[in-house]
């Protein structure tokens, strides 16, 4: 089993960048999968970014292509999400999400079997 905690959150502008931590505790965090999932009021949680375990192979929601990057740090247990050039449809709850039974990093949340509290992300105007 492992935990998640979220942190970095926070209400900045649009045009500014803001960097997510997932540390993670308990049984071997580096074996896991790592994503980053998205949730906004009245919506679906949506997938952001997923790592592999040793960070070698990323992949991004279309939405967040080439303004994110997932980035992991092992030694660390921790795993970021480097936000830049937010914009207001990037406001939403960020949630950490952690596996170790799948091959590869997978968009589906079902995927997951353990989450973090999520953090606030608010982008205004």
């Known amino acids: 089993q492992v935990q998640l905690v979220e942190s970095g959150g926070g209400s900045v502008q649009v045009g500014d960048s803001l960097r997510l931590s997932c540390t993670a505790s308990?049984?071997?965090?580096?074996?896991?999968?790592m994503g980053w999932f998205r949730q906004s009021p009245g919506k679906e949680r949506e997938f952001v970014a997923d790592?592999?375990?040793?960070?070698?192979?990323?992949e991004y929601a279309e939405s967040v292509k080439g303004r994110f990057t997932i980035s992991r740090d092992n030694a660390k247990n921790t795993v970021y999400l480097q936000m830049n050039s937010l914009n207001t449809e990037d406001t939403a709850v960020y949630y950490c999400?952690?596996?170790?039974?799948?091959?590869?990093?997978?968009?589906?949340?079902?995927?997951?079997?353990?989450w973090g509290q999520g953090t606030q992300v608010t982008v205004s105007s």
């Open positions: 308990g049984r071997t965090p580096s074996t896991y999968i």
């Open positions: 790592i592999s375990r040793n960070g070698g192979i990323r």
């Open positions: 999400a952690a596996d170790a039974r799948i091959y590869r990093g997978s968009r589906s949340k079902s995927a997951y079997e353990y």
